[in-house]
Every structure is written in C-alpha cells, then in structure tokens.
C-alpha cells in the first residue's frame, strides 16, 4: 500500500486530521469534510459546587429564601401589564377537556411551575382571580401563543372556583415540605418555641394555634398562622409528632427549608392579597 492510499484509509490518523494545524481535514476517502460536519471539542457540563466550597456569603444567599425568591424569572402578569419574579405569579396554560358532548373544549386552567408550556401569569392573588372570573375578565391572559389556532376567545372555558384549585395545590405543597423538615428531627431544622422568647431575624415563628402571637416588635421577624393558611390540614401535619401540643415552633434558615420557607411565602401571599407585594406584613 502507498503511503497517499494509507493516508485515505487511515485519514483519522494523518496529521491533516488534526484540527488547528491551518490544514484540511478530509475523510478517508480523500474529500474535504465540511466544517459543520467537523467533529468539535465539546466542553464539559457545568459541575454542581460542593457547598463546602462556597464563600460565606454564596452560603447565607443559597440559604435565603428571599434571595432564592427574587432570583426566580421574572414575568409579566397579563392582566396587571406588571413584570415581577415568577415566585410573585401564578402560571396558566390551555388544557384541552370534554364535555358531555365528548368535544374537546380548551380551558384556561391553572398548571404547576415543573410543566413546559405556554403560559399566562395573573399575580399570585385569591382576590385578583375571583375578580378575573367576574364579566370575562380572565379573556386578558390569553396571549397569541395560548391560541393554538383557535380565532375566539369565547373558544375557552374558565374554570369553576379556579381560586380553590390553586389553594388546594398551595396548600398541598406546604403541607409536603413541613412535613419533610418535621420528619427530621436529629436536624434540628425545627424548634419548639415560647411565645416570651425572643426570635431571632434568621428564624421564622410557625403559630400553630388560634389567637397566638409571639409579641415581638421587631419587623425582621417573620411570622405564619397555620391554622389560617392550611386549615383542617394543620391536624394532618402535626400528627403524629412531637409538636402536636406546641402552640409555636420556630423554623429555622438554612438550605435544607429554603424550600419549605418558598412554599410558605407563595400561600401567604396568595391568601393576602396583591397590595402586600410592596407592603411586608410581620403576621400572616
């Protein structure tokens, strides 16, 4: 075999081969290969970072539910035209049922953050969405990508006590990540605490009795009724556990709740209402 023939059989070994030489790669039949066809060298995936590799600083923000909150993508609302973090939104997507004639009618129906559709957002607000059940109102969160063809906003449904569907999932999310941090109680994530006792501004007060409050005057402290913002579920929760008889517990900040902390945040600010996006309230 010459040495031209062993360089077209064997063109992955001739130094032509070897891109950033200035020279042609060819194929083993001798051609020139197309330079988007020309094999690339792809880098690494990005590793995930140890959290003992991070600063103190990276640490207390990876550990900051608001931080983690306002570093969500930001969205605008198609009713109120207003661009905040998803945390603050709720998304809808079209959903595609029959009814009792077996047509399948779209509805507009609330969908969970984990879907990859196309989507609306309302701000997270029972009181924004009963108004938009009110005169049609909820015809503004239609956005052309909702359509799917379809030349009529009168083509969809809204759903019936849309409010209760999104607060029953509110909720169901809730109840899902106390109980996980409640389930752990070598962690030390969850504390017994006396309504006299001083909190801490890394700490978040969890009432889980009617009438109770904690009394402090400071605003850094934040605070969450549970037998407001999960109802009946509250019984479910705690039994079971050590804190069944506990009037209040404290949560504490850290990666391990950031979750629960999030889940917290988005009832609260569903059941409150959308002025309280700019207004904190210390007791929930």
Known sequence: MSSKQWCRWNSHLA????????????????????????PRNQKPAREQQSLESLTPFRKAVAANPYANALATPVRQCNYTGARLPSHHLLPFATIFRRNENDKLVPHLAPVDESRKTS????????????RLGQKKNWHRLLGQDLKFGLKHRNDYQWPSQVDQIILSRLRFNVVRKLAWVLGKPKSDLVKPFGLADECPSSKTILHLREGTSSGSSSNSVTEYHLTYLLGSELDGLLKGTSFAETDAILLTQSYMTVSAHIALARLALFLSGPENLTKPSKVR
């Open 15 to 38: 130094p032509a081969n070897h891109p950033g030489r200035g020279t042609l790669l060819t194929n083993r039949h001798g051609l020139p290969v197309s330079p988007a066809l020309q």
């Open 119 to 130: 989507r609306a957002y309302a701000v997270n607000s029972r009181e924004l969405l009963i």
